[in-house]
């Protein structure tokens, strides 16, 4: 059975168990947690991810500045990166998007639209 490793970057942690509950619904998902962009980074020199789920607004670096930092290293430049923020923040998806972001999704987040999202860009098939 595939495995794959899932990195969930998200301050709010009721927000980050519910991102991290969901994920676990796709067979061999394994789900690593960051609470802002400085962990995830940390995480990201230790694991090899399959997928990146990233909060723009953080403490001490936000998405974006975690996504345009991903994009810039080879090493992990070609993992998906899906962006997430509070509903109608046109000029974060914007700018996400520009910096390379694989897909945006607006919060409260739909479980099965992030499953959806993620199954398509993963290119898992159940």
């Not at 595939?2 to 509950?21: G, H, K, W």
């Not at 980074?41 to 090899?48: D, G, N, Q, R």
């Not at 345009?68 to 080879?74: A, L």
């Amino acid at each position: 059975m595939a495995e794959y490793n899932f990195l969930v970057v998200e301050d709010s942690p009721t927000m980050r168990q519910l991102i991290s509950f969901s994920l676990k619904r796709i067979r061999g998902a394994k789900i690593s947690e960051a609470g802002n962009g400085v962990e995830a980074l940390k995480k990201l020199s230790e694991i090899k991810f399959n997928l990146i789920v990233a909060d723009i607004n953080m403490p001490l670096m936000d998405g974006l500045k975690l996504l345009s930092i991903v994009r810039k290293d080879p090493n992990h430049a070609h993992i998906p990166v899906i962006i997430v923020s509070t509903e109608g923040a046109d000029a974060d998806k914007e700018k996400g998007m520009q910096l390379g972001a694989n897909a945006y999704l607006s919060k409260p987040i739909q479980t099965s639209e992030l499953l959806e999202t993620v199954k398509e860009l993963v290119k898992i098939e159940e």
